[in-house]
């Protein structure tokens, strides 16, 4: 029987609840599937903080470095908001995600028919919603040197090179072939270099890619597009602070930011977590829509361990649960039959697998 | 009887189309009202390009100067995007935007209840939603300076001084004095040393307000929020690069990018203009919608020329016209009864003033 070594980092807030109703579905399917997981625990955030005194502990790295493939919650909460940068939860996630080289972040959003009224969007606009977002995850202004706060100045650097664009832009286009084939690369040419050196490189990339239509759009627009028109995207490429806006729009095309799941990969141990953070305020209320962290693991199954069957159950399950009307309370404004908490959402999904 | 001097700048694409329904329909409520406007008008953007060689002529800067205010329409185009930087329409009017030292951009979003059905959002979402976006204009990432594209590694720059937010900061904190008395600062400080000296600062000069909230918000979750609850919101202060993209998001929840208006304002003579652009795939064909510009006229009487009963007058006809079915084709989509061109639109307005 396989096993796989999965690292699992529940990090802050409501990131434990939502891990371990994952691990619970993760488990379900295995069981059916024949393969076994063995799990291995490590911390980042603000738990790394307390415990260790550090945001991302040298074990974390090397322990997922060794994995097949890593699950995690979520980090960050106001407790750690004062520490010196250099101390905090979010300094922690990025040093991680710079140490695992994941520079493509997917993040899918598809409309579940079953919860086509639950978006604040009417539901002609969003049905067949199916857009895959590509963040650029390790560059951008979000790692850009030189930054500094002298108390009166304060300044980042929004910085790309050709070969990293090239990268993700690669990425991009290679799943577009896999989808509808069509590729809108969002920048801010009008205004910034960094996002002419942007356009230009996929403008040249393009050619490698006869057989996919690229397109631009300025992120302003793009922003607005997605509440407009979601539907006429297919593959969206940007930067990284770009996409990190983008995609929390998008999760409200979908109904919910607790239902976007995402996969960030590069040439090491691919990172599955939900799109949302570690909402302090719901946290240890058992309210939290688990779904998220439910269906990265099942791309964590499909992408990093190759168990399509398994991540197939896994998203038949939901679609039969959100069929049925049962809804966590994120969802319940319009149309929920029954409202169930964080646990009863995971014990519901292993019962119909 | 009074006269004002207004300076004109049409712009490119659909930019002289607006701007003349907008003259129309300043003229007949001056005549209602007992002033006189004189008009003048001056190139920006691809036109100066094309008649003078640059995208912003002396001429022009000096004209709006000695100008009591200024109706601008909206400028760019492909034609021009390949110039180089320097020469491109968008260069033209930052450096405008930067000598008129307009570092204050208004943008109101609201809902007309005759409107509630023209957004993608659903109606119980945004009825009543009111928001005032208060953008700075003339700093951030924008005109941050080292800027440089080399052709395999290009950089911009975020940066703001503490003058810059604070100046910023009081004219949120002094509009909301006005309104609901809550500002939302959004930054990205998990992320952005420039961001954590924004919202420092913005902590520190709300002790002179305590009258007004202050929260903070950070900007992946306000481009989320302003979809999922956007009557949550009071009046929003922001950088400006996340402005221009929460903006768009903004005009969504209102219904069309073609209803909002925009004042930019500084010591010096103030700009109204559209927040859409100049929309080159529609210029000429007569279906642009005027609104946003009569509405940014509007805005120009009321607060550069304190003509109070002239912009009411504009807002109520507006709103009539609304309330009885006009719509242009943007607004089409789910409840027009009749669809109006530009200059139709323009002549209805006049007609109900
Ligand atoms: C927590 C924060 C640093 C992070 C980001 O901005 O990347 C989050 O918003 C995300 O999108 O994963
Ligand atoms: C045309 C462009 C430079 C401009 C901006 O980004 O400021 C526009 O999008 C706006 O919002 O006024």
Redesign the pocket.
């Known amino acids: 029987m396989k096993n796989y070594k999965i690292s699992i980092i529940k990090g802050d807030g409501i990131g434990p609840e939502i891990v371990d109703e994952a691990i619970k579905v993760l488990n379900a399917v295995a069981k059916k599937c024949d393969f076994s997981l063995s799990y291995k625990e490590y911390l980042m955030g603000g738990i790394a903080i307390d415990t260790t005194g550090v945001p991302l502990p040298a074990e974390t790295v090397e322990g997922v470095l060794n994995s097949d493939a890593c699950l995690f919650g979520a980090i960050g909460g106001e407790k750690w908001d004062t520490l010196p940068r250099e101390l905090r939860p979010e300094t922690g996630l990025l040093k991680f995600r710079e140490e695992m080289g994941v520079y493509a972040n997917l993040r899918p959003a598809i409309i579940y028919d079953e919860l086509v009224n639950a978006s604040t969007l009417k539901p002609e606009v969003i049905k067949g919603v199916d857009i895959m977002i590509v963040r650029e995850l390790i560059g951008g202004i979000y790692f850009g040197k030189p930054r500094e706060n002298d108390g009166f100045k304060a300044f980042n650097t929004m910085v790309y090179t050709k070969p990293e664009i090239v990268r993700i832009g690669k990425t991009a286009f290679e799943l577009a072939r896999k989808r509808d084939k069509r590729v809108c690369s969002v920048d801010?040419a009008?205004?910034l270099e960094v996002s002419q050196l942007w356009r230009d490189t996929m403008n040249e990339l393009a050619k490698d890619y006869p057989d996919v239509e690229l397109t631009h759009m300025?992120v302003?627009n793009a922003a607005m597009q997605l509440v407009r028109n979601p539907k006429q995207f297919d593959v969206i490429v940007t930067g990284n602070i770009f996409g990190d806006i983008l995609s929390d729009t998008a999760s409200m095309v979908v109904g919910s930011i607790g239902l976007l799941p995402s996969a960030s990969t590069g040439d090491k141990t691919a990172i599955y977590e939900p799109i949302h953070g570690s909402a302090p305020d719901i946290a240890g209320m058992g309210i939290a829509n688990p779904l998220a962290t439910i269906v990265s693991a099942a791309m964590m199954l499909r992408y990093s361990l190759n168990e399509d069957k398994a991540a197939d159950m896994i998203e038949e399950a939901i679609k039969a649960v959100l069929k049925d009307g049962y809804r966590t309370k994120d969802l319940a404004a319009f149309d929920a039959k029954k409202v169930l908490n964080t646990v009863q959402m995971g014990d519901i999904i292993v019962d119909y697998i």
């Open positions: 801010k009008n205004v300025y302003d």
